[in-house]
């Protein structure tokens, strides 16, 4: 039997602000009523918008707010190979394909079938890459196009079969691998993305329940294909509520949501940040 163990996974993109508090304590506070174990994971992968400053700002918050986790701290950007090999063992399986549109010939292709599926994230890739044929691709390649990997998904559901996942709060759901499309395995700039490492690093560090905002439920599809390709085990979820302010907007970063260092510099007490988070609870949290 695994030991209880629940992660953290920030992006050291920028401070973190209320909602991340709420989300590392929810993540800690599972693992300590159950005797578990808590991790902290950096998730840098993307190089250009991370940075080492926020990783160390991040610890110095949650060490602020007195949460301890186990060292030493995975960080996704030293283990690129490793998903490397993990998206390898896809592409030979002939689960992926190149796709070299830029977001604005997607977007140009989006535009003109205004019936195009959707997804929670806005518009599912249109498949323009999907049967470009392979001589063709090869040859892109050899020329140096930028191109990314997708995963090619009917292939992928198919071969998976019938999938369901285990949410706390939710219950027992139907993966609709259909619902995400053709996402991205690995990026132009990195070879990796967050659905690769964050299911290869879920399962590789043991952990057993993966606790995170809701507005990642959709995720979660993807993740379950994935670790039935790769024949990973499977966590149980619990997707939560996101902590919103007075006026119903949720805290985001792009919202210059009070950062806790600000909080703390302002003279406020990680008590005083405790109380702030009960106080911006949405009615319906657990
Ligand atoms: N790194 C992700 C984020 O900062 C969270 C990933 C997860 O919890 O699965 O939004």
Known sequence: ???????????????????????????????????????????????????????????EDLAWLGLTWEEPVLRQSDHFARYEAFLHSLEEAGLTYPCFCTRREIQAEVDNAPRAPHGPDGALYPGICKH??????????????????????????????????????????????????????????????????????????????????????HATHVHRVLQALFGLPEPVYHHHPLLTDETGKRFAKRDKAPTLQALRESGQSPDDVRALIQLHRPKSLV
């Open 132 to 217: 470009r044929p392979k001589a063709e691709a090869d040859d892109l390649i050899a020329q140096g196009t930028p191109h990314a990997i997708r995963l090619h998904m009917d292939k992928a559901a198919k071969l998976a079969g019938p999938l369901t996942f285990t949410d706390r709060a939710l219950g027992q759901i139907a993966v609709d691998p259909e619902s995400c499309g053709d996402v991205v395995l690995a990026r132009k700039d990195v070879p990796t993305s967050y659905h690769m490492a964050v299911t290869i690093d879920d399962a590789l560090q043991h952990v057993t329940l993966v606790t995170r905002g809701e507005d990642l439920l």
């Open 1 to 59: 039997m695994l030991t209880m163990t629940t992660r953290f996974a920030p992006s050291p993109s920028g401070r973190l602000h209320l909602g991340h508090a709420y989300s590392a304590l929810f993540a800690y506070e599972q693992a300590m009523q159950a005797g578990g174990r808590f991790l902290l994971r950096i998730e840098d992968i993307d190089i250009t918008r991370c940075k080492r400053e926020f990783e160390d700002g991040i610890k």
